[in-house]
């Protein structure tokens, strides 16, 4: 079978895959359709480091081709959208309803898949830029099927991440002011996370002016190609800075603008040694800087929801899509994500 690998210098569409049957508790999930996510590209350039060689992908969404022993929430024939978090749902964390927090979920690969007889790694529990992959059941999110798989397939990384930030993580309320740095596919969530959050000035930060009008079209009150005019906007600062980049110059300005009590919640992902500074001095009037693992979601509550929200027109999805692209063609799509040149580019089998 076909599927995207990465074996530590070169990366290449393969078709001599093969996937194993699912074991107990597991799915295979036949893929309709993934989203290029810059996580995938920052495993090619070193960013985020993983062992090879792996099958990429982890924004996917397909069909449930066979369950494991013990596995009855899906069926063969489900229309599925996956997470990324094999969490157990046995220890403490997943008690709380924290399951981003289970450490069963962080850096343990799996190696379902082989090429030429050789074991291949799985990419955040997932892979999604294969055919056919097993995940853990509590990944396997059911689906209404008259949801597009190309649209569903983002609920599964950018949605969860960027609205799940403001919804989870920074709890944003009514009225409460929004400052975005960054309008990529997480961005975008973020913007119209706050505005299903009901937050009244909403600011879109971002260099590129020309993406002005899907930041607007996404939620943003406001469009700015520097923070430096955020201050003219929101005089105090803001309630909420999200930083949605991965720079750590960015990461700054977002302290910096906050208000009293406001909070900088960090999106983006630095090379993993990178280290941010700030005034020590300008966060004694109860401001916080948050991490927020996969926007403290609960997938099985939270793809649910957000996938009711598409069908009610509350959530947008399909505008997300900027260009499909037969497996084929990944080189291509990976050119334009990080041109900047799409919101979302989704591959498709």
């Known amino acids: 079978m076909r599927g995207v690998v990465f074996d530590g210098e070169q990366l290449q569409v393969v078709d001599d895959l093969e996937v194993r049957e699912p074991g107990p508790g597991e799915v295979l999930v036949a893929i309709s359709a993934a989203g290029l996510c810059h996580s995938d590209l920052s495993v090619v350039d070193g960013t985020i480091p993983f062992p090879v060689p792996v099958v990429l992908g982890h924004e ?15 069926a063969p024939g489900d229309h599925v959208a996956l997470s990324t978090l ?6 403490a964390e997943c ?4 399951p981003t ?3 069963q979920a962080i850096g343990r690969p799996g190696k379902p898949f082989t090429r030429g007889g050789q074991p291949v790694y799985q990419f955040a529990s997932n892979s999604a830029f294969a055919e056919r992959t097993v995940v853990k059941a509590v990944q396997a999110v059911r689906i209404p099927k008259d949801i597009p798989m190309s649209s569903a397939a983002l609920i599964g990384c950018g949605v969860l991440t960027g609205v799940g930030a403001v919804l989870n993580r920074a709890r944003v309320g009514l009225g409460e002011s929004v400052v975005v740095i960054g309008t990529g596919g997480i961005g975008l969530n973020v913007l119209q996370g706050a505005r299903i959050a009901g937050a009244l000035t909403i600011v879109a930060v971002d260099a590129n002016p020309g993406k002005e009008a899907v930041a607007r079209e996404f939620g943003a009150t406001h469009f700015l190609t520097s923070a430096e005019g955020v201050r003219e906007i929101l005089p105090n600062g803001a ?21 009293r009590h406001g909070q900088a919640v960090l999106l983006g992902v630095p090379p993993a040694t990178a280290e941010a500074s700030f005034l020590v001095s300008s966060m004694y009037l109860d401001k916080s800087i948050l991490g927020c693992r996969y926007g403290s979601s609960r997938p099985q509550r939270d793809i649910a929801l957000y996938a009711q929200l598409y069908r009610e027109g509350r959530l947008l999805l399909d505008e997300l899509v ?6 084929e063609d990944f080189e291509k799509a990976a050119e334009d994500a990080e041109a900047g040149r799409v919101a979302r580019g989704v591959l498709t089998f």
Do not use: K, S, W
């Open 60 to 74: 996917g969404a397909g069909v449930v081709e066979a369950v494991g022993v013990g596995v009855t929430h899906v």
């Open 101 to 103: 927090m289970c450490r």
């Open 322 to 327: 900027t260009e499909t692209y037969p497996v």
């Open 239 to 259: 309630d909420h800075a999200f930083e949605c980049v991965g720079r750590v110059e960015l990461i700054r300005q977002a302290v910096d603008l906050l208000d």
């Open 86 to 91: 094999a969490n157990c749902g046995t220890c």
């Open 95 to 98: 008690d709380r309803g924290r």
